[in-house]
């Protein structure tokens, strides 16, 4: 079974540029995260999907932060603009559902704002 | 809210010699709990969970955890550590009643041969 995949795994931008990430989740699972993980940090939820549809953006910084998710699978996370303190990890997360059921992780896109 | 405390930034231990990562949580209900373990460079991933039934729960690679209700605690244990376990520990918790899944800030476990 392939896991899940995101891409880049490092991007290094200006501040004030604009970013975007991507994410295909492992096939069948309906839900979908994205996390910002700070160095020194456990992983922040940003949003989370349900098929198409958003359950969970309460801690998107919606000024500068947009997600969508087409058709309900992959996934795109943006950035614009960005500012220093978005230097992190971008996870990216999958699961059958909510509950009990574990989150299966992509690699992660390592984003540094100079 | 849930919330998830990892109190040891930074655990060491001999090879061969059990190990103990700590993690206490707090939910307004019953709990799902997780832990994951993140090597360098790479994603998390998933080692076991608690949902219900026996405390004693047993994962991937030789770990285990113990849920224990009256001290909110899900300590993650070994009984003989490897090198290679050497990585980032994270303690995840998840009220049963809710989607929202909590992380601790992670406990770097160092193995020295």
């Known amino acids: 079974e392939a896991g899940v995949a995101q891409s880049p795994r490092y991007k290094i931008i200006e501040k004030r540029q604009s970013v975007a990430f991507w994410c295909n989740p492992i096939s069948g699972h309906a839900t979908l995260y994205w996390y910002q993980q700070i160095l020194g940090q456990g992983p922040k939820l940003l949003i989370q999907f349900q098929n198409n549809g958003v359950v969970d953006d309460s801690q998107l910084p919606k000024d500068r932060f947009s997600a969508e998710r087409l058709k309900g699978v992959d996934s795109t996370l943006k950035i614009q603009p960005a500012k220093l303190e978005d230097s992190a990890v971008y996870l990216c997360?999958?699961?059958?559902?909510?509950?009990?059921?574990?989150?299966?992780f992509g690699p992660g896109t390592r984003l540094t704002v100079t | 809210a849930q919330s998830v405390a990892q109190p040891e930034d930074q655990v060491n231990v001999a090879e061969g010699n059990p190990l103990t990562v700590k993690c206490t949580y707090s939910?307004?209900?019953?709990?799902?709990l997780f832990w994951y373990v993140q090597y360098p460079n790479r994603g998390l991933q998933f080692l076991l969970k608690y949902i219900t039934g026996d405390n004693l729960v047993k994962g991937s690679y030789g770990f285990e955890a113990e849920f224990n209700k009256s001290q909110t605690s899900f300590h993650l244990k070994k009984p003989s550590a490897l090198v290679s376990d050497s990585a980032l520990y994270f303690c995840a918790v998840r009220d049963i009643r809710g989607d929202d899944m909590r992380f601790g800030a992670g406990t770097r476990l160092t193995v020295k041969p």
């Open positions: 997360a999958s699961t059958l559902g909510g509950g009990y059921y574990e989150q299966y």
């Open positions: 939910v307004s209900g019953n709990p799902y």
